[in-house]
């Protein structure tokens, strides 16, 4: 079952890898026509109705295909300002500008289809938005009071709105989408139109479409409130990880250290709020935030099982990473579907007591609930429902320090509101894509400092692909 949000991401995976959506609108159009042409042979009646989005350029390829062996018809519903998706557009000119009827009155639709024997529901896809309006909900109505064979295009149009086309079949795409049943979508068909296993099952730049934007007026906080304890031992660590944070465009991020060393944050992080550690600072602090991250350059010691100890009760979104994670495997019991754990392959060993593969990543996110971002060469990362590959990155990406770079920019992520595994996904992606950035333009000669400069523009080349293509 597909969620509509999953369905653009894989749109966007597609269009990045191979530049145009028309062939897939062409497939979907292909798919829908040979299912029809073999359940009702040829000379038939048939209606297409196309809403203005990507679903009617399905309806249109669909109609141009059976154009020639039946007797067909067109109506295009446009937006009020007569214009329809780009993808439509293209499919338009391919059936033929001048052959459709464009924008037709409720008499004249319920006239026409009331003399057809199929008709071809291509009003709304997974783009709908409720509600469903005039002259919409009429024209919906006049399907599902009609007698023709009804099939729709990628769901039933109006699916989870007061108003939806009640179809004899569906033809659906890659996967069944969200809310789909044999009850509201009549029988089930789903075809393959050429998005393949790289699209779906590994990260890519539709990853970003988990991102949530910024919105133009917000005030803060509305953005998230990070807090970090990390660094306690090795400071360098724990200001990377409130560096990488920054990132994803959180409003607030708090660093809690103790009293001998916050001079150093103080001075290393001087834009940052950085406040003094004790249990009742800690207990304010973790009410105040989003998203909590414990573990980078910690140390074990009383003080840091406290705190992993006071973040596991809080409740709040949390990642745990190195220290943290061997403070958690003593505490398993406590894990729950809030937490991101980020091991390296040992670290994996140490909390999960099983070696490090994908396979037991799995168990241990289905056993706990919790979500895996197991960190190598490719990383997994697995929520146990759903498991996505990160691959690329740069072999230079060994180096120290890479590892709390994306602690803190999956934190960063999460007080955005995003949950731990899209979180988990996007980060892995954002930070391998940095490191081969690095490399195109330096080969193996970068550090974490360059990381954490070139990270904004690696976040922003993605993030304007998604908005530019929205
Ligand atoms: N990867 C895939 O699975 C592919 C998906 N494609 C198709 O693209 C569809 C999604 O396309 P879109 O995102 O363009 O969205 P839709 O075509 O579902 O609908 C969006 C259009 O309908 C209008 N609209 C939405 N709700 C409305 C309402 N309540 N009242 C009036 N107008 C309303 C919008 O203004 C927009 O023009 C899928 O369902 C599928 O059919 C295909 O083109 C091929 C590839
Ligand atoms: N040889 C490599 N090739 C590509 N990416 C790597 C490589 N080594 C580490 N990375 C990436 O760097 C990030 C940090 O991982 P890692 O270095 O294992 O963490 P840590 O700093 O905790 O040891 C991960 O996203 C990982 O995929
Ligand atoms: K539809």
């Known amino acids: ?68 062996d039946n007797n067909l018809k067109l109506i295009v519903m446009t937006r009020s300002d007569g214009s329809v998706s780009s993808l439509s557009r293209r499919a338009m000119e391919k059936f033929g500008n001048d052959r459709i009827i464009k924008n037709p009155n409720t008499g004249d639709i319920r006239k026409m289809i009331s003399e057809s024997d199929i008709i071809v529901d291509a009003i709304f896809g997974t783009g709908i938005r409720d509600p469903v309006k005039e002259p919409y909900s009429s024209i919906i109505e006049e399907i599902n009071l009609s007698r023709a064979e009804v099939i729709s295009i990628d769901v039933p149009s109006g699916l989870g709105t007061s108003h939806s086309v009640l179809p004899d079949a569906t033809v659906t795409f890659t996967d069944v989408k969200e809310g789909m049943n044999e ?84 001075i290393k992080l001087e834009d940052q709020i950085v406040g003094v550690f004790n249990s009742l600072n800690m207990k304010n602090e973790l009410e105040k935030c989003n998203a909590v991250l414990t573990g980078p350059g910690m140390g074990i010691s009383e003080d840091s099982v406290k705190v992993v100890l006071a973040v596991c009760k809080s409740g709040k979104k949390a990642v745990f990473d190195a220290d943290a994670i061997h403070i958690m495997a003593e505490h398993r019991d406590l894990i729950n579907q809030n937490m991101l754990f980020t091991p390296h392959s040992h670290e994996f060993e140490v909390l999960t007591g099983t070696e490090a593969n994908r396979e037991n990543a799995e168990k241990f996110s289905v056993k706990y609930g919790c979500t895996i971002l197991l960190k190598g060469p490719a990383d997994i990362i697995t929520n146990g429902k759903k498991t996505v ?18 602690a803190g920019l999956c934190t960063g992520l999460m007080a955005r509101n995003m949950d731990p595994f899209h979180a988990a996904v996007l980060g892995s992606f954002i930070n391998k894509k940095n490191g081969e950035r690095l490399e195109k333009e330096r080969s193996y000669w970068f550090n974490t400092y360059d990381l954490l400069g070139s990270m904004g523009r690696t976040f922003r080349e993605y993030y304007d692909f998604i908005i530019s293509n929205e």
């Open 183 to 266: 009850k509201n979508s009549g029988s089930i068909n789903v075809r393959n139109i050429g998005i393949d296993e790289r699209e779906i099952n590994y990260a890519g730049p539709g990853d970003m479409v988990y991102f949530p934007k910024i919105e133009k007026n917000g005030h803060k906080g509305q953005n998230g409130k990070v807090l970090i304890m990390a660094g306690w031992k090795f400071t360098g660590a724990g200001c990377m990880t409130a560096r990488a944070a920054e990132n994803a465009l959180p409003d607030l991020i708090t660093m809690l250290v103790p009293k001998a060393s916050s001079t150093i944050f103080s």
């Open 389 to 406: 590959i990160s691959e690329g990155g740069s072999p230079r990406m060994a180096m120290g320090g890479t590892g709390d770079i994306l």
């Open 1 to 68: 079952m597909m969620e509509n949000i999953e369905g653009k991401r894989i749109d966007f995976n597609y269009k990045w890898n191979h530049g145009d959506l028309f062939i897939l609108m062409e497939n979907a159009g292909k798919a829908v026509s040979e299912y029809i042409t073999e359940k009702y042979g040829k000379n038939r009646n048939i209606l297409v109705i196309s809403g203005s989005g990507n679903n009617g350029g399905d309806g249109i390829i669909t109609a141009h295909n059976l154009d020639s």
